[in-house]
C-alpha cells in the first residue's frame, strides 16, 4: 500500500506561484506512475500531470502545459507540482495519486490540499 501525503496548498494572487509536495511511503517507487490532479464542487476531478518514477516520462493537460512542472526527488521519495502563472480558474483541491506503470488505476490517493487563486 502506498501512502500519500500533500502539503503547500493556500491562497495566491493571479499571476503567483505554489509548489505542491506529495511524501510517498509504503513501498518502491520505481515501478510507479505519480501523478495529480484536481477538483472543484462544480467539476469532476481532472487529471494535471503525471511523472513516471523510473523513465522520468511527463504528461501535462494542455490547461497547465507552459505553466505548471512536475518533478520527482527519488532520495526523498516526493514528487513535486510547481505552479506558475496560476489563474483564478486554476482554484480547486489539488491531489496527488499513484499507479503501477503497467496498470491503469490510480488506487493510491492523498488527503489533497486547497489552491486558491485570487483575481
Known amino acids: 500500500q502506498v501512502q500519500l501525503v500533500e502539503s503547500g496548498g493556500g491562497l495566491v494572487q493571479a499571476g503567483g506561484s505554489l509548489r505542491l509536495s506529495c511524501a510517498a511511503s509504503g513501498r518502491t517507487f520505481s515501478s510507479y506512475v505519480m501523478g495529480w490532479f484536481r477538483q472543484t464542487a462544480r467539476k469532476e476531478r481532472e487529471f494535471v500531470a503525471a511523472?513516471?518514477?523510473?523513465?522520468?516520462?511527463?504528461n501535462y493537460a494542455d490547461s497547465v502545459k507552459g505553466r505548471f512542472t512536475i518533478s520527482r526527488d527519488n532520495a526523498k521519495n516526493t514528487v513535486y507540482l510547481q505552479m506558475n502563472s496560476l489563474k483564478p480558474e486554476d482554484t480547486a483541491v489539488y491531489y496527488c495519486?499513484?499507479?503501477?506503470?503497467?496498470?491503469?488505476?490510480?488506487?493510491?490517493w492523498g488527503q489533497g490540499t486547497q489552491v486558491t487563486v485570487s483575481s
Open positions: 511523472i513516471n518514477w523510473t523513465t522520468g516520462n511527463i
Open positions: 495519486a499513484a499507479r503501477p506503470h503497467m496498470g491503469t488505476i490510480w488506487g493510491s
